[in-house]
């Protein structure tokens, strides 16, 4: 079994805002697994623990470059928020999005070996990546990018910590607006049938798993249980409205809800061929320090070296 420590719920804790003993006995039902963890509670807790499970704590920036019909996006992570607002930094950001765009490199290394100087460093955007963490004093890596040609393209950037690139055909306000929206609500694909097959079997997973929790709380409250084909269509439903909330044309569109993104890109003439969404951190784990076991083993080691 293993040990369930302090930092652990708290990591729980933030990523679902489900009440430290529920998270405490997750962990312990999922033996320490945090994403195991995380899955029981959605299914104890409903949509509240998947909702805020979005939230990332790793820090960075997120940037684009937009050139006619060409541009890029691009993460650069780094360890606190505090050089997010370096301007070395941020320069260093800005001019790779801006490589990506003009050179369309295969990977992170490629990308790493061309041709760049600031700050006194060079003559690649590697080796000025290099010096500036020797400047800064702070670890900072090129971590994801995507390369865009060929169709209009509308960008927008939500700060620093979360960007979006549009690829569309017709009125470059609407594709803008999509942009916005795509920032607020985070779809995960155009339509229903664009949603990755895993997602949703995960998601059919959590509602099965709901509807047994049901079904055990009505037993032991000795009410009736519902019908299996009931139970069947529950869950189905559940998938349904799933699959709305996370498709981009289906979802009400944030200026106007009384219509969905498709019907105002049917209004405006626009169509969305696709998006690229990224946000600071997303997937990446932040260590949470235990301070207080820190202390604690501190004490204990001055004491043995007394």
């Keep these: 079994m293993a040990a369930i420590t302090a930092s652990m719920v708290a990591e729980l804790r933030a990523k679902?805002?489900?009440?430290?003993?529920?998270?405490?006995?997750?962990?312990?039902?999922?033996?320490?697994?945090?994403?195991?963890?995380?899955?029981?509670?959605?299914?104890?807790?409903?949509?509240k623990a998947g909702k805020a499970a979005a939230r990332v704590t790793a820090e960075g920036v997120v940037t684009s470059y937009i050139d006619g019909n060409t541009g890029a996006?691009?993460?650069?992570?780094?360890?606190?928020?505090?050089?997010?607002?370096?301007?070395?930094?941020l320069a260093l950001c800005r001019a790779a999005a801006e490589l990506v765009a003009k050179h369309n490199p295969a990977d992170i290394a490629a990308l790493g070996a061309l041709a760049y100087e600031q700050d006194g460093f060079g003559p690649t955007l590697e080796d000025v990546r290099k010096g500036l963490i020797g400047k800064i004093g702070e670890n900072m890596s090129f971590r994801r990018f995507k390369y865009f040609?060929?169709?209009?393209l509308a960008a927008y950037l939500h700060g620093t910590r979360i960007g979006v690139v549009v690829e569309f055909d017709g009125d470059a306000a609407a594709a803008k607006d999509v942009a916005m929206h795509i920032a607020a609500m985070k779809p995960v694909a155009l339509t229903s049938a664009d949603v990755p097959a895993d997602?949703?079997?995960?998601?059919?997973?959590?509602?099965?798993?709901?509807?047994?929790?049901?079904?055990?709380?009505?037993?032991?409250?000795?009410?009736p249980v519902q019908p299996a084909?009931?139970?069947?269509?529950?869950?189905?439903?559940?998938?349904?409205?799933?699959?709305?909330e996370v498709s981009l044309f289906n979802q009400p569109f944030v200026k106007n809800d009384k219509q969905t993104v498709e019907a105002m890109l049917k209004a405006a003439g626009t169509t969305v061929k696709g998006f690229t969404l990224y946000v600071v951190g997303e997937g990446i784990e932040k260590k949470v320090d235990d301070f207080a076991a820190e202390v604690a083993a501190q004490v204990a080691a001055a004491k043995a070296a007394a």
Excluded: H, W, Y
């Design 16 to 47: 679902t805002d489900a009440p430290m003993m529920e998270c405490k006995k997750a962990l312990t039902e999922a033996e320490g697994n945090l994403e195991k963890a995380e899955e029981l509670l959605r299914v104890k807790l409903g949509n």
């Design 73 to 89: 996006l691009l993460e650069v992570n780094c360890e606190t928020d505090f050089v997010t607002k370096n301007d070395s930094f």
């Design 149 to 152: 040609s060929g169709t209009p």
């Design 199 to 223: 997602l949703i079997e995960k998601e059919r997973a959590v509602a099965a798993g709901k509807a047994e929790e049901d079904r055990k709380v009505a037993e032991a409250a000795g009410k």
């Design 229 to 244: 084909e009931i139970v069947a269509k529950r869950i189905e439903g559940g998938v349904q409205k799933f699959l709305k």
